[in-house]
């Protein structure tokens, strides 16, 4: 492998080899495969367009249509991951790149009459029980569609009413946080992913519990998206009076910054799973 060329702040040519060696060391930071191609493809539409060449003006030009093509949120992921590549390069014009900050965002009110309108728009497809699964899962347990996506049979306990949320890269599984967590659903979820894990074990055609790109498709002619699901459980939480600390916990939030739950707030997994069922009582529907 060609040795990384020293800093300078002229043109300078990139091989192959460093950009993988960059790469490789992406992916040793804990990154699940779909974030690596993710970086893989930001990192080789850049490096192709400036020609395998560092060149300021280039770059900048780069940057500029991205800003111009683009909305602000898409253009900060992809000069976010350039600009740590040209920091690993040590090209010291990236310190002049300020990012701009995140839109506004306002959260989408979530009703049961937005999940009922989803449940109905399913009622005569042939998968019925998937979309069923997903969408039950989904608002009783907070998790990120990308995480409801990445879900195996194994993670599913049917028994203890909870499922695992793990993060294992190697096994294609990742969490925001890069931890493993555990969250809960109710009795009527359980019965609805219990028919459908019965009908998925007797279909040899299928192989994921919820492939991405097929509910990401599905989902576009309906009032909602697989990633509102977890809006709604927030929502639908804080409705039910549930303790905030307790519902970081389940989603899976960054607990930086939050000194109780960092250094206090403990709580085992029975702990958890007792005050859930007090604020999840019965079916949410």
């Not at 920091?87 to 990012?99: A, P």
């Not at 927030?234 to 905030?244: C, F, L, M």
């Amino acid at each position: 492998m060609n040795p990384r060329p020293l800093p300078c702040e002229g043109i300078r040519d990139v091989s192959k080899d460093c950009v993988e060696e960059f790469l490789k060391i992406r992916s040793l930071s804990g990154v699940s495969k779909r974030v690596y191609y993710g970086i893989q493809r930001i990192i080789y539409h850049y490096i192709e367009y400036v020609d395998f060449k560092i060149d300021k003006r280039k770059s900048l030009q780069y940057f500029s249509y991205l800003k111009d093509k683009y909305s602000v949120s898409y253009y900060r992921k992809q000069v976010y991951q350039i600009l740590k590549f040209l920091n690993y390069l040590e090209v010291k014009w990236t310190k002049e790149i300020d990012l701009p900050p995140e839109p506004l965002y306002y959260p989408k009110h979530m009703s049961k009459e937005d999940i009922i309108s989803a449940l109905k728009y399913f009622e005569t497809d042939e998968y019925k029980l998937r979309y069923n699964a997903i969408i039950y899962l989904g608002i009783d347990t907070g998790m990120r569609a990308e995480e409801l996506y990445q879900l195996s049979i194994n993670d599913i306990d049917l028994d203890n009413r909870c499922v695992h949320i793990n993060h294992n890269p190697d096994n294609g599984q990742s969490t925001k946080t890069k931890q493993s967590r555990i969250s809960f659903y109710t009795d009527n979820t359980k019965d609805v992913l219990n028919e459908y894990l019965i009908y998925f074990k007797s279909k040899s055609n299928l192989t994921t519990l919820f492939p991405k790109r097929w509910m990401e498709g599905k989902f576009k002619s309906t009032p909602i998206r697989v990633k509102h699901l977890r809006k709604f459980f927030s929502q639908e939480w804080d409705r039910r009076g549930g303790p905030t600390s307790i519902k970081k916990i389940l989603m899976g939030h960054s607990l930086k910054g939050d000194v109780d739950l960092m250094h206090y707030n403990c709580q085992s997994e029975e702990d958890l799973k007792r005050i859930y069922d007090k604020v999840m009582n019965g079916s949410i529907l």
